[in-house]
C-alpha cells in the first residue's frame, strides 16, 4: 500500500514540474513572439518614414477595390500624390485613421 501511494506522489511531482516547464515554454514563446512583432513594427516605420506603417481596412472602407480586413502597407517617403493613390490620416481626438482614394 505504502508504495503505490509512494507512486503516485512520485508521478505528482513529475507531473506539476512538467506543467511549470511548459508554462515557463508557452511563456517565454509568447515573449519572444510580441518582441518580434514589435521589432517588425519599428523596421517597417523606420523604412516607410511612417508612424503607422501597417493598417487593415474598416467594412465599406474602400470596396469595391479593396475588402474587410485587407491590409495596407503605408509609405510615408512619397511627397507628391498622384489620383488613384491612396491617403491615409489621422484627425484628432480619433484612435482610427481614414483612408481615402484621391
Same mark, same amino acid.
Given at each position: 500500500?505504502?508504495?503505490?501511494? @509512494? %507512486?503516485?506522489?512520485?508521478? +505528482?511531482?513529475?507531473?506539476?514540474?512538467?506543467? $511549470? /516547464?511548459?508554462? *515557463? $515554454?508557452?511563456?517565454?514563446?509568447?515573449?519572444?513572439?510580441?518582441?518580434?512583432? %514589435?521589432? =517588425? $513594427? +519599428?523596421?517597417?516605420?523606420?523604412?516607410?518614414?511612417?508612424?503607422? #506603417?501597417?493598417? *487593415?481596412?474598416? #467594412?465599406?472602407?474602400?470596396? !469595391?477595390?479593396?475588402? /474587410?480586413?485587407d491590409? @495596407?502597407?503605408? &509609405?510615408?517617403?512619397? $511627397? +507628391? *500624390?498622384?489620383?488613384? &493613390? %491612396? *491617403?491615409?490620416? +489621422? =484627425?484628432?481626438?480619433?484612435?482610427? !485613421?481614414?483612408?481615402?482614394?484621391v
Open positions: 500500500k505504502n508504495g503505490h501511494v @509512494l %507512486m503516485w506522489m512520485r508521478w +505528482k511531482n513529475r507531473t506539476l514540474r512538467s506543467m $511549470k /516547464r511548459s508554462l *515557463v $515554454k508557452q511563456t517565454l514563446s509568447l515573449i519572444l513572439m510580441c518582441s518580434q512583432w %514589435m521589432m =517588425i $513594427k +519599428k523596421s517597417l516605420a523606420f523604412l516607410t518614414s511612417c508612424e503607422m #506603417p501597417l493598417l *487593415v481596412l474598416q #467594412p465599406g472602407a474602400m470596396q !469595391p477595390g479593396y475588402s /474587410r480586413g491590409l @495596407l502597407v503605408l &509609405d510615408g517617403r512619397r $511627397k +507628391k *500624390v498622384n489620383v488613384g &493613390d %491612396m *491617403v491615409a490620416f +489621422k =484627425i484628432e481626438n480619433r484612435s482610427i !485613421p481614414i483612408v481615402h482614394r
